[in-house]
């Protein structure tokens, strides 16, 4: 969509480059023809911008978060609970 500015941009320069148009046509034109290619490098960096963007589908929840927390210290509690016996033997 963003192309279509950039077109109209080099149509309204093209036309201010008309010969019979009167000064204030041309200015009319040129202000135009800057205004569209600022909307085209607005257009442009916007796409590029979200096409580098992450899909809000992998963003997890925040109860899938503390879900992950509380697995994570479970593991970790039961693998210090394993260590912890063979630990006792070798001090005796």
């Known amino acids: 969509m963003h192309w279509i500015?950039?077109?109209?941009?080099l149509a309204c320069l093209g036309?201010?480059?008309v010969r019979t148009m009167p000064t204030f046509g041309v200015l009319i034109f040129l202000a135009g023809s800057v205004g569209f290619m600022v909307a085209w490098i607005l257009g442009w960096v916007s796409s590029r911008i979200s096409s580098q963007s992450r899909d809000v589908s992998f963003i997890m929840s925040g109860e899938e978060l503390k879900?992950?927390?509380?697995?994570?210290?479970?593991?970790?509690n039961?693998?210090?609970?394993?260590?912890?016996?063979?630990?006792?033997?070798?001090q005796g």
Do not use: I, N, V, W
């Open 78 to 90: 039961a693998q210090a609970g394993q260590a912890t016996p063979g630990d006792d033997s070798s």
């Open 15 to 17: 036309l201010a480059m």
């Open 5 to 9: 500015y950039l077109l109209a941009s």
């Open 67 to 76: 879900r992950l927390r509380e697995q994570a210290e479970a593991r970790k």
